[in-house]
């Protein structure tokens, strides 16, 4: 069984910052991509940046120029820096890996997730 978990989430004002920090329970070798996520009340869950299979980065473009993911792969873990919040970046926030199969299909797994307040 395969298990991410989130912290770092909280209450910010706007302009303020956060760190928000995934800890997988495998070595993330094992996976092809690995990212975060957000869902706002009421809305789709959206891809905000992740690790590509290539080893490259991509970022939603409502968080080009704020966020920065990274990872450490000694201590199995992703992380995401949010600098100059905004209330809209109010959400959960969930960490995602991905494991590609050969021939097409993927198998998703998916941390708890941690809430972000932003503060108007």
């Given at each position: 069984q395969v298990q991410l978990v989130e912290s770092g989430g909280g209450?910010?004002?706007?302009?303020?910052?956060?760190r928000l920090?995934?800890?997988?329970?495998?070595?993330?070798?094992?996976?092809?991509?690995?990212?975060?996520?957000?869902?706002?009340?009421?809305?789709?869950?959206?891809l905000v940046a992740?690790?590509?299979?290539?080893?490259?980065?991509?970022?939603?473009?409502?968080?080009?120029?704020?966020?920065?993911?990274?990872?450490?792969?000694?201590?199995?873990?992703?992380?995401?820096q949010m600098i100059s919040l905004k209330a809209e970046d109010t959400a959960v926030y969930y960490c995602n890996a991905k494991s590609l199969r050969i021939g097409g299909g993927e198998y998703d797994y998916w941390g708890q997730g941690t809430q972000v307040t932003v503060s108007s």
């Amino acid at each position: 069984q395969v298990q991410l978990v989130e912290s770092g989430g909280g209450l910010v004002q706007p302009g303020g910052s956060l760190r928000l920090s995934c800890v997988a329970s495998i070595s993330i070798f094992s996976f092809d991509t690995m990212g975060w996520y957000r869902q706002a009340p009421g809305k789709q869950r959206e891809l905000v940046a992740a690790f590509t299979t290539g080893g490259s980065t991509n970022y939603a473009d409502s968080v080009k120029g704020r966020f920065t993911i990274s990872r450490d792969r000694a201590k199995d873990t992703v992380y995401l820096q949010m600098i100059s919040l905004k209330a809209e970046d109010t959400a959960v926030y969930y960490c995602n890996a991905k494991s590609l199969r050969i021939g097409g299909g993927e198998y998703d797994y998916w941390g708890q997730g941690t809430q972000v307040t932003v503060s108007s």
